[in-house]
Each structure stands twice: as structure tokens, then as C-alpha cells.
């Protein structure tokens, strides 16, 4: 078992549709997040989670919404996809960050906006 | 708000040593992390440091000065399994959240 699961693993969508991403993990771990990875820009936060109901913005959050309806699940929905959309999505998972435990990451989604 | 900086490429041969240096402005701060990502992977956390000095796991150790604003990742032993990006990170508000430096492509060459 993984702990952690992303689906899809690979997207294509055309401009000004909606996409959800999932994210799903089996560790009861209270912090979940969402990072986007593009070339020369590391790992950017988008939206995380603190706990059912409880989200915060990240840097990048502008066109991205979140929710998180229990503790397992937490979904990335892009409202109308752009090309600047285009990244590999990455989903973390922590119980807490500032332990020496660190993030769990999923295997990631690869979205592409045409 | 936060702001990493690391070299972006470095290369080294099988076995030798490797000192990867992460310099950060920070607002607050709560811990630096340390993670690896091979090509088409997912990063995997490797280290952290909340207080100074240094911690050692296996063949890789990491450094944290924080009165410097600067930290290391020391592999040492090299391997070829050991090409991939690394990245340092730093927690952010109150230690929630961490943001990620642009990363490090290391290279080991046979």
C-alpha cells in the first residue's frame, strides 16, 4: 500500500475546461498539500490542508480551488484550465511538517492544457 | 515571505564527497528539510534540521547554521544512484508549510 495515491497520473484537457485532481492517503496524517513543479521553479504550493473543512491558500493558489471533505481525500479542481496550467501536480501528506518525518509525496500528475 | 537559493547544476565522480549549499531569507524560522527527486520521480524526504549543527544519516549529512541563513547537503561515497535533484526547503508559517528552493541537478560520473 502506498500510503498515498494521486489520480490521474496523466491528463490532457483542452483551455476553459474544469479538472479535478484527487489526492487519497491511508495515514490519517492531519496535513495534506498541493504543489505544482514546473522547470526552474522547484516546488510551488498551490493550497494545503490542516485538517476536514480547513484549507489555506499557497503561493501560486490564483485559479485553483481545493476541498477537503475528510481527512482521506483532498481535491485540486482547476475552474477553467489554462495552458499556463500545464505542470506535474504533486500531492504531500504529513502528520506534522516540523517533525524529522518531512513530507510523503504521491507519484504525481502530469496535466497537460492544449 | 521566503526565498531559497542553490547552485543549479554540480557534478562529481563515483565515490567522492559532495557539498550541496542552500542559502535563505526567511520571515520566520522554523526548520530546514532536505529532499531528493530522481528524473520522473517524486521527491523523497531526506533530512531536517531545526536546530544547529550537523546530522548524519548514512552517507548523506546535512548542515544548519541558522545565524548564517545557510545549510548543506553533504553525500559522501558517491554513487550513480545518487543522480537526481535535491532541494532544500524551508518551514513557513509557524511551521504549517514549506517552501522549496529551485533545486540542485547533481550529476556522478563513472
Known amino acids: 500500500d502506498a500510503g498515498i495515491t494521486q489520480s490521474p497520473r496523466h491528463k490532457v484537457t483542452e483551455t476553459g475546461t474544469p479538472v479535478t485532481l484527487r489526492c487519497h492517503q491511508t495515514?490519517?496524517?492531519?496535513?495534506m498539500y498541493w504543489y505544482r513543479q514546473d522547470p526552474g521553479h522547484g516546488l510551488r504550493l498551490i493550497h494545503y490542508?490542516?485538517?476536514?473543512?480547513?484549507?489555506d491558500k499557497g503561493e501560486v493558489s490564483d485559479g485553483y480551488s481545493v476541498s477537503r471533505s475528510k481527512t482521506e481525500d483532498f481535491l485540486l479542481t482547476l475552474e477553467s484550465a489554462t495552458s499556463s496550467q500545464t505542470s506535474v501536480y504533486f500531492c504531500?501528506?504529513?502528520?506534522?511538517?516540523?517533525?524529522?518525518?518531512?513530507?510523503?509525496f504521491g507519484s504525481g500528475t502530469r496535466l497537460t492544457v492544449v | 515571505g521566503q526565498s531559497l537559493e542553490q547552485p543549479s547544476e554540480v557534478t562529481a565522480v563515483e565515490g567522492a564527497i559532495v557539498q550541496i549549499n542552500c542559502t535563505y531569507q526567511?520571515?520566520?524560522?522554523?526548520?530546514l528539510s532536505w529532499y531528493q527527486q530522481h528524473d520522473g520521480g517524486a521527491p523523497t524526504f531526506l533530512s531536517y534540521?531545526?536546530?544547529?549543527g550537523l546530522e548524519e544519516t548514512g552517507r548523506f549529512s546535512s548542515f544548519l547554521s541558522r545565524s548564517d541563513s545557510y545549510g548543506y547537503l553533504l553525500l559522501q561515497e558517491l554513487q550513480m544512484k545518487d543522480s537526481a535533484s535535491y532541494f532544500c526547503?524551508?518551514?513557513?508559517?509557524?511551521?504549517?508549510?514549506?517552501?522549496f528552493g529551485p533545486g540542485t541537478r547533481l550529476s556522478v560520473l563513472p
Open positions: 495515514e490519517n496524517h492531519r496535513y
Open positions: 534540521n531545526a536546530l544547529d
Open positions: 490542508s490542516y485538517g476536514v473543512k480547513d484549507t
Open positions: 504531500a501528506i504529513s502528520d506534522h511538517p516540523s517533525d524529522n518525518y518531512g513530507y510523503t
Open positions: 526547503a524551508v518551514a513557513d508559517n509557524y511551521g504549517q508549510n514549506f517552501v
Open positions: 526567511t520571515s520566520g524560522f522554523y526548520g
